[in-house]
């Protein structure tokens, strides 16, 4: 069952009782508006865990019936709108679809999705039009009758929404449209909504709302109980130190990465850009901040996690190395300035594509097995209690933070010294040994970049002379980078070479594709030993 993918750009308003038949709307300009409403009655019945786990998350189930788009709506927020993904109804309507289940399960843990809400609303829709006829978005006038379904309480309100029919149109354009709209609505007395959401409002969220619209994508900040002054995540002492001990910077680390796994996982599950990714990116997040603070864990628990969260990242990395391959094929295609004709471009192209998708449709087979399901409950588990030592307990946060970043950047001095020490001899000096060198350099510069963010997302900084050394190397990572994505794909045009049964002109252009980049390829790798000798030296300069 493939579901139907909504670019959700809507506003939502408070307007005073009566405001619909005030509203002028023969003045907006540049477009027109229907003059009669459609009226729908709508139930919607939402869906969550007993302790709320797609609710924390900023995702919302429900079952719609009545409308335009009668089914089961997935709901969940991206930087810049809010997506949502629509599931017709079942023979049977109240039965959830196994597809929607699978979707959520890295949410959800398997626990129980069950009604927490039911919602009927009546509403009256106006289509807005432009000049050319052509519906640009819709005026949804609600009547809303909320029954919480935890407590029993009831709730009803109005409210607005104007939803843009196309949510991918330029920003310039949706603001044209949301202006016009907004000079009708706010000259009849109409102010943004404090709420954020229906289902926030059903479940009580929104009762405590300000006067103020809750910023979109801002998170809630603490206060301070002595003075009512917002602070960052932790208190702070008199004397403007902070006062966090050193497991609190372990729990807080650990448990911020380990809902970026879940929330990563969800958007591999959706098949997003980037997700596959990411979600590598943090599992090795999580696996530099287990190492970085290995003497701070009691028994094997952190070494169990680690070693299953490095079967994970090989998991990832065919899909992501697949990506790489095919992100890159189009400008290696260009700098032959035309060597290769357009037609055997555009086949390898669509090879290169068509690999990566069968690749990151892998991934997402691979990500729902019970083992992987498990993983996440682990990491889950492991970031809400950590078996941390006495001796971390006796650390300040900064001494933890340091300690993490230290142990991170003398991994890099140990194997950056490995490299320069058979460089020095003359042993491993082929190229196959030089790249492997340069690979296990990259991944311990990495590690400390991994273990800096992580700490930095928290709220923790270790000392400066760390944090220099912590730019240090990433700003080495990039030109690394360079050489182990010159690798990918050397390694797909070399298997591509193998297996082709095309023309002769593909045969060419993969032949004069594959001799450039072994060029490239060798350029990175000799020079990549002057660029570790340099950061190694710079290294040093930084710990002493």
Sequence with gaps: MSPVAHHEVERKYEVPEGTQARIDWSGLQGFTVAAEPVEHRMEAVYYDTADMAL???????????????????????????????????????????????????????????????????????????????????????????????RSGTERSWSEWEVELVDGSVPEERQQEIFDAVEEAVFAAGGVPSASRAKIARALGEDDAAGDEPAGRGSAPRKQDGKNGKSTKSGKTGKNGKSTRSGTGVL???????????????????LDLPDAVHQMRVTSRSLRSVLKAAA???????????????????RALSVARDAEVAAELLPARVEELDGLVGPEAATALQRSAREEAEAASATVRRHVTSKQHLQLLADVQAFAADPPLTEACAGLSAREVSDAMVRRAVRKVVRVAERGAAAEESGTETDAAHRLEHLHTVRKAVKRVRYVEAALGRAGFRPGKSLRRAAADAEDYQDSLGRVMDSAVVEGWLARSAQALNGSEEDRYAVGVLHGAEKVHLHTGVTGGSDVVEVLLKQLRQDLS
């Excluded at 094997?300 to 070693?307: T, W």
């Design 55 to 149: 609710g924390r998350r900023m995702v919302a189930l429900r079952r719609r019936r009545g409308g335009a788009d009668d089914g089961w709506h997935i709901k969940f927020q991206e930087a810049s709108a809010r997506r949502e993904l629509q599931f017709p109804l079942l023979r049977t309507p109240d039965r959830m679809p196994a597809a929607v289940r699978r979707l959520l399960a890295g949410l959800t843990h398997g626990e129980p999705l069950v009604p927490i809400a039911t919602l009927r609303t009546v509403r009256r829709v106006l289509m807005i039009s432009d000049e050319g006829g052509t519906e640009v978005a819709e005026v949804a006038a609600d009547d809303v009758e909320a029954v919480d379904e």
């Design 251 to 269: 729990r807080t680390v650990l448990s911020e990465l380990a809902e970026r796994l879940v929330l990563w996982d969800f958007k591999v599950r």
């Design 295 to 313: 003497p701070f864990f009691e028994g094997d628990a952190a070494d169990d996690l680690y070693v299953r969260l490095r079967a994970l990242a």
